[in-house]
């Protein structure tokens, strides 16, 4: 479908040849999304899966759901959101605006589809001042795929506030970098976030889990209700890398509550005290005591 240079990392967009109509997004060879045009609600990865369920228990079926991407990929679960409650307002914040415009014309999102897009790093948007405080704002950009040119024109504090639903998914080709992971980070994401509102965070971690822990325990400083859910044995020594979701409100989690909502076969769920038990002595991350997470090419992961 397309092939583009982004600072010298590739991004691909490829058909599957044993299922037209489905296409993976991958920058460096690093698979980052999987889109189903026939039915955006097929879902390739268990983690979207699991934000999708999420999401299924965040609102009465088909209301709208305000939902906030940081991290835009091929769009996989925007689409999921515009398939299962037409019309609702959704927001991504993308760095890549080349990459953004190449899926949006390689994959339309469909017609009537409310969605809106702010190019910039993540961390710079969340910091712009919100309503009511004093500072310069960042200019967001009608998306393209509603046909508008990117004319900067909208301030983001009229944009992304009063999220019901932020999925933070701000990887930099297999990494993500501790300024957009840290307690800082998270406290503004939490200021943007509507009363009640859900935060999920798309991590890669394997045993002993030092970053998740760390991420966990940073997110527990910050919101009420943490919960974690891996597919992978929390204990095991020989586990491999996976995707480690952890989801996060001042809120009781619907997936907390109502754990049947995961689906079979059910993934770990830490959530109250085995997760503070798993979290045990984790430092929480700041911008001055953060890492990077773990790269899935260090040796420690053959």
Do not use: C
């Not at 899926?103 to 309503?131: E, K, S």
């Not at 998740?212 to 020594?237: G, I, K, M, W």
């Amino acid at each position: 479908m397309f092939s583009l240079l982004l600072d010298n990392r590739k991004a691909k967009l490829v058909q599957s040849r044993r299922r037209p109509g489905r296409y993976e997004l991958s920058v460096d060879g690093i698979a980052q999304s999987v889109v189903s045009m026939p039915d955006p609600t097929e879902l390739e990865y268990a983690y979207t899966q699991h934000i999708a369920r999420a999401m299924d228990a965040a609102a009465e079926p088909g209301a709208p759901l305000f939902t906030v991407h940081l991290g835009a990929g091929a769009l996989t679960l925007a689409r999921y959101v515009e398939a299962t409650r037409a019309g609702s307002p959704q927001l991504v914040v993308e760095f890549e605006p080349a990459l953004y415009a190449a899926v949006i014309a390689a994959l339309p999102l469909p017609p009537g589809a409310d969605l809106r897009v702010i190019f910039g790093d993540a961390r710079a948007v969340a910091d712009a001042d919100l309503p009511g405080e004093n500072g310069p704002s960042v200019s967001s950009s009608p998306s393209p795929a509603l046909g508008a040119a990117a004319s900067g024109g909208t301030a983001v504090d009229t944009d992304w506030v009063d999220a019901r639903f932020t999925v933070v998914d701000l990887w930099d080709a297999a990494v993500i970098r501790h300024r957009v992971a840290s307690q800082e980070f998270y406290r503004r994401v939490a200021a943007r976030s509507a009363a009640g509102g859900v935060v999920a965070v798309n991590l890669l971690d394997g045993h002993p889990f030092d970053y998740s822990r760390r991420q966990a325990a940073t997110l527990r400083t910050v919101f009420d209700h943490v919960a974690v859910v891996l597919d992978a044995e929390p204990e095991d020594d020989e586990g491999p890398l996976g995707n480690v979701v952890i989801f996060a409100s001042d809120e009781p989690l619907g997936i907390v509550t109502d754990p049947d909502l995961l689906g079979s076969p059910r993934p770990h769920m830490l959530h109250d005290g085995s997760l503070t038990s798993w979290i045990a002595e984790a430092r929480i991350m700041t911008d001055a005591d953060g890492t990077d997470s773990p790269d899935p090419d260090d040796p420690i992961w053959d």
